[in-house]
């Protein structure tokens, strides 16, 4: 695998970390927890006409289209290990910075044991 693979695995997870951050904004403001109240219905149409939920959609398709890019250069079960791997990383971190979200010892114990995993899927003699 070359540096530019790796670059176009990092663009994607990136891109997918970003729409989930800003999915999570979207859909846990107050207007959207009050249209939850409501039901399902309510919550999903909602959720349909919030722009931060199109914005959302608009990068997960772009880092899809950088991961079509991806999938034509590395096997797959190694890119998406890897970009698994990091992306539970990247979102614990993020998780933790932009919501103060807090993961439990054994949490992390979890994303450092798949990390490892990705490294001996890497590893090549």
Do not use: D
Request: charged fraction near 10%; include cysteine.
């Amino acid at each position: 695998m070359n540096g530019i693979t790796y670059l176009l695995i990092f663009a994607s997870m990136v891109c997918n970390l970003s729409a989930q951050l800003i999915l999570k904004k979207a859909l846990t403001a107050p207007a959207m927890r009050e249209s939850m109240v409501e039901g399902p219905l309510t919550f999903i149409i909602a959720a349909a006409f919030h722009p931060h939920v199109w914005i959302a959609l608009a990068i997960q398709a772009t880092g899809y289209g950088v991961w079509f890019f991806v999938l034509t250069r590395e096997k797959l079960a190694v890119s998406f290990a890897i970009a698994g791997s990091m992306i539970y990383i990247m979102t614990a971190f993020a998780g933790w910075y932009f919501y103060s979200e807090r993961l439990m010892p054994w949490q992390w114990l979890g994303i450092i044991l798949i990390s490892v995993g990705v490294v001996l899927v890497m590893y090549q003699r």
